[in-house]
Antibody
Framework: QLQLQESGPGLVRPSETLSLTCTVS??????????WGWIRQPPGKGLEWIGS???????YYNPSLKSRVTISVDTSKNQFSLKLSSVTAADTAVYYC???????????WGQGTLVTVSS | DIQMTQSPSSLSASVGDRVTITCRAS??????LNWYQQKPGKAPKLLIY???SLQSGVPSRFSGSGSGTDFTLTISSLQPEDFASYSC?????????FGGGTKVEIK
């Protein structure tokens, strides 16, 4: 059974960089046809796609965040990571990692991790 | 960006009721439409992909229909465990976008 687990600091200071890692177990991050994405959900609000990466390293970002986002993959560790720079309180959210195909929804998700931006 | 509009934003229903949630895309997305269920404090769960395909393990009381810009999620007979929020998402093109969600509450 594929499992995804987010890890990283739960509190980030304004203007600093948010860094999260998603560890994939029970399957390979290098499986053909699957993308690995980050999605966030501010408290009480809807879901927002941040971006996705293919195991080859190809990345796809939400234009609304593109200038601040970097997603990378480490196939040797079966992990992919998110960096979001220059954070503000508006970046406070539960951050999820998920697996999806190019035209299919996310079929496996991490449990989510709350990241609060505050001084 | 493709905007996804869901309606209603919330509804009250009883166990056994037939429930319908709609999702409209701002432009045609063919059948690249997914539906999720989300319970408080939990990650979204994929119910329907490609507008009408039931994800493995999802009860058959859930069904999806539509193509182009108009889509529907139907729960044929609402069960106690179905009280949750439901969101649509288009996977036609990036940025992937979600609807605002529909909260299904107990009447």
């Amino acid at each position: 059974q594929l499992q995804l687990q987010e890890s990283g600091p739960g509190l980030v200071r304004p203007s600093e960089t948010l860094s999260l890692t998603c560890t994939v177990s029970g399957g390979s991050i290098s499986s053909s046809g699957y993308y690995w994405g980050w999605i966030r959900q501010p408290p009480g609000k809807g879901l927002e796609w941040i971006g996705s990466i293919y195991y080859s390293g190809s990345t796809y970002y939400n234009p609304s965040l593109k200038s601040r986002v970097t997603i990378s993959v480490d196939t040797s560790k079966n992990q992919f990571s998110l960096k979001l720079s220059s954070v503000t309180a508006a970046d406070t959210a539960v951050y999820y990692c998920a697996r999806h195909m190019s035209s299919k929804g996310g079929d496996y998700w991490g449990q989510g991790t709350l990241v609060t931006v505050s001084s | 960006d493709i905007q996804m509009t869901q309606s209603p934003s919330s509804l009250s229903a009883s166990v056994g009721d037939r429930v319908t949630i709609t999702c409209r895309a701002s432009q045609s997305i063919s059948i690249f439409l997914n539906w999720y269920q989300q319970k408080p404090g939990k990650a979204p769960k994929l119910l329907i992909y490609a507008a009408s395909s039931l994800q493995s393990g999802v009860p058959s009381r859930f069904s999806g229909s539509g193509s182009g810009t108009d889509f529907t999620l139907t729960i044929s007979s609402l069960q106690p465990e179905d009280f949750a929020s439901y969101s649509c998402q288009q996977s036609h093109s990036t940025p992937l976008t979600f609807g605002g969600g529909t909260k299904v509450e107990i009447k």
